[in-house]
């Protein structure tokens, strides 16, 4: 059972290139996030799907785009890289809304630096 | 929405010193209460959680907190810190039954600390 699996793990991109970072995650889980966590910032939520084909807006979603075409799959998107996009992103899902009592599982991070 | 607050960015002990990390949250409704550790170079781990019941929650690694609702309060406590415990402990809070903001965990900026042998 590998849980929360983020790939890739560490990539370097020059301004203005495009990536994408994958989320996969093996629970069955309705719900997936993705954060952003920078020195002294804790973490930010960027978007969030509450299930496949729903996506929504997080506390700090520009200049960012998210997909969930499939249930396990939870897709961010950098169109055009820029360097106050350094930072690690931790994807996360849960099996329904964490409100309702449901824990949250993250991924490992992934390290992305903007040059 | 919620918002959190940790007082002290970096805690420096000893060994075996106590431990007590401050927590404090904004939101009017009801919530559930979060503490996650982060060791270096590591992803989150959940240290202990608050859904509802007795207010002192026991977690892992010997870690508990009370939540205190009079003060929107939810600190955490160890009563002897060993090196291994050098991390990053982040709070987090979440509004319990409230439509979207139940799918959001806010967290709070996070406090070092750092154990001295």
């Known amino acids: 059972n590998a849980g929360v699996t983020q790939t890739p793990k560490f990539r370097v991109l020059k301004t203005g290139q495009s990536m994408t970072l994958l989320c996969a995650q093996d629970?069955?889980?309705?719900?997936m996030y993705w954060y952003r966590q920078d020195p002294g910032m804790g973490l930010r939520l960027i978007h969030y799907s509450v299930g496949e084909g729903t996506t929504a807006k997080g506390e700090v979603p520009d200049g960012y785009n998210v997909s969930r075409l499939k249930k396990q799959n939870f897709l961010l998107g950098l169109e055009s890289a820029a360097p106050s996009q350094t930072s690690v992103y931790f994807c996360a899902s849960s099996y329904r809304a964490i409100g309702y009592g449901n824990t949250i599982y993250f991924g490992e991070g992934s390290w992305l630096t903007v040059v | 929405a919620q918002s959190v607050s940790q007082h002290n960015h970096h805690v420096i002990l000893s060994e075996a010193a106590s431990l007590e990390l401050g927590c404090n949250y904004s939101?009017?409704?009801?919530?559930?209460l979060f503490w996650y550790v982060q060791y270096p170079g590591q992803h989150l781990q959940l240290l202990l959680k608050?859904?509802?019941?007795?207010?002192l929650v026991k977690g892992i690694k010997g870690f508990e907190a009370e939540f205190i609702k009079s003060k929107f309060s939810f600190n955490l406590r160890k009563p002897s810190v060993q090196w291994s415990d050098t991390a990053e402990y982040f709070c987090a809070v979440n509004a319990k039954n409230s439509g979207a903001g139940s799918y959001q965990l806010t967290f709070g900026k996070g406090t070092k600390l750092s154990v001295i042998p």
């Open positions: 939101y009017g409704g009801t919530v559930n």
């Open positions: 608050y859904f509802s019941g007795d207010p």
């Open positions: 629970m069955n889980h309705e719900y």
